[in-house]
């Protein structure tokens, strides 16, 4: 029944992370992180205009980080909560230890693959 359940968490885990637009952040980010090192390399600013463009992109980027860290939280918040649906189904078991033994990281890897496969099958054979 945990296998089960860990199985499906990372299936929804896996849902949320399809979901989010985590990539093009992460795009964005390198982005900034290329314009200001044009900025720095460059000559045509002077000290405190490039003082004054790297602040505003330093800005961007802490959003832009920020925003990253929060949907990843996102993404790790079923596998998170898997402690407490294990302990409210049964006292007995420990889901933390199962989760991160060799059956629950395979059933983990297993779920992802499922759901990558299955998406990718849906999006060839729909209409």
């Excluded at 399809?18 to 990539?23: G, M, N, S, V």
Aim: aromatic letters at 12%.
């Amino acid at each position: 029944m945990i296998l089960i359940l860990i199985g499906i968490t990372s299936m929804v885990s896996a849902l949320i992370f399809d979901a989010l637009p985590i990539l093009e952040i992460g795009k964005f980010i390198l982005d900034l992180q290329k314009e200001s090192l044009k900025i720095i390399i460059g000559s045509e600013f002077t000290d405190d205009e490039k003082q004054n463009k790297l602040l505003v992109i330093s800005g961007k980027i802490l959003l832009a980080t920020i925003k990253l860290i929060f949907l990843f939280v996102l993404i790790a918040l079923p596998l998170l909560s898997l402690p407490v649906i294990g302990h409210w189904i049964s006292d007995s078991i420990n889901v933390f230890d199962t989760l991160i033994s060799v059956e629950g990281i395979c059933i983990s890897i297993l779920a992802f693959f499922v759901y990558y496969y299955s998406k990718k099958s849906y999006a060839r054979f729909r209409l």
